[in-house]
């Protein structure tokens, strides 16, 4: 029988420690982050095995973002929105995969002060290869009275609003990291118990790193400010901590998780054929930007910090550079030089 060290904390106990430094909490907080670490579980399971059965590759239809959907991109959706959907604190969801944000209508759900915005699946592009892939989530206080059905005011609150976000990578071993605004910790999933156990306490970014990450596809097209930042990457004095390593995955959740631990900067601009960017502001930039800050990193669209800007639509893009402060800073003075030229 496995034996399970008793001095590290499961997700559950975790939660429920946190819950007991304030006295006055409902523990409908810990409640939503114990599911989602429930529908990561069930995920997981179907990521491990997705070659041995019928959900790899294409579901054959776009998803309301116009990309192709992968069939276990639906089933991380399902998970996800089923889960909280039978949890009591949970008040509705926004997803990436569906076009418009779902309230949960019966009397518990809708007394709940919160609502859950996601991505099920990141990087899916990546599940027919077995590259690693992920699932991006933030939790949000609602700002309609509870009693009654959530509205798309509840969804489109700036990422400063943000109570808890986090992520889920399923890879070589399975890793839950959430943020609050009491700090940031990791948990990876032991499977021979099926419990995320503590791993990383108190995660914090290094202020510094020799890793970026940016599809050099797209270099043509990239602002002068930012083609000059990645040719100093490339040739940087080794006296100056040069030249950096370029890695890029594909798969965001994984990229950002890399510098995190290790430091470094993630980035993906607009560019000529996506002048508003690429990925969205809800369910994928807003939950990582809390979680670096939280961390100690810095987020950005370019021109702004990623948590004020105030979302107008469910599905809205922007461009996205997040990672190590010292990092940051050096990026925005070559990105600076773009906006004095306009």
């Known amino acids: 029988m496995p034996t399970t060290n008793r001095r590290v904390l499961t997700l559950d106990e975790f939660t429920i420690r946190e819950m007991r430094a304030f006295p006055q ?7 939503l982050l114990r599911d989602i670490g429930l529908a990561a579980k069930r995920i997981n399971v179907e990521v491990n095995k997705a070659g041995l059965v019928d959900i790899l590759g294409d579901a054959g239809k776009q998803n309301v973002q116009g990309e192709d959907v992968k069939k276990l991109d639906e089933f991380a ?37 919160y609502v859950c915005m996601f991505d099920p699946l990141d990087g899916s ?41 986090g992520y889920v990578i399923y890879g070589s071993s399975t890793i839950l990291v959430y943020a609050t605004k009491r700090g940031v910790n990791g948990f990876t999933l032991d499977p021979s118990i099926g419990e995320f156990c503590l791993s990383h306490p108190d995660i914090r970014c290094p202020e510094n790193g020799n890793i970026y990450s940016i599809n050099h596809g797209n270099f043509f097209s990239f602002s002068e400010g930012l083609k000059k930042y990645v040719e100093l990457c490339q040739t940087r004095d080794k006296s100056n901590g040069g030249p950096y390593t370029q890695r890029y995955i594909g798969s965001m959740v994984s990229d950002v998780h ?35 800050e939280k961390a100690g990193g810095r987020a950005t669209d370019s021109k702004q910090r990623i948590l004020d800007k105030v979302p107008t639509k469910l599905h809205e893009r922007t461009g996205f550079f997040i990672g190590s402060t010292k990092m940051m800073d050096e990026l925005e003075s070559f990105l600076k030089e773009d906006e004095e030229k306009k």
């Open 125 to 165: 592009s990546n599940i027919d290869v077995n590259v690693s892939i992920g699932t991006i989530f933030s939790v949000y206080r609602r700002v309609t009275e509870c009693g009654i059905p959530v509205t798309v005011k509840d969804f489109l609150q700036p990422g400063n609003r943000i109570v808890a976000s």
């Open 77 to 113: 959706n399902d998970q996800m929105v089923g889960v909280l959907r039978h949890g009591i604190s949970c008040a509705g969801i926004a997803s990436e995969e569906l076009s418009d944000f779902v309230p949960f209508e019966d009397k518990i759900s809708s007394q709940s002060k």
């Open 25 to 31: 909490a409902t523990g409908e907080l810990s409640g």
């Open 258 to 292: 890399r510098g995190l631990i290790k430091g470094g900067i993630f980035m993906y601009p607009p560019t000529a054929a996506k002048p508003q960017g690429k990925l969205r502001l809800l369910y994928e930039c807003n939950p990582l930007a809390y979680l670096i």
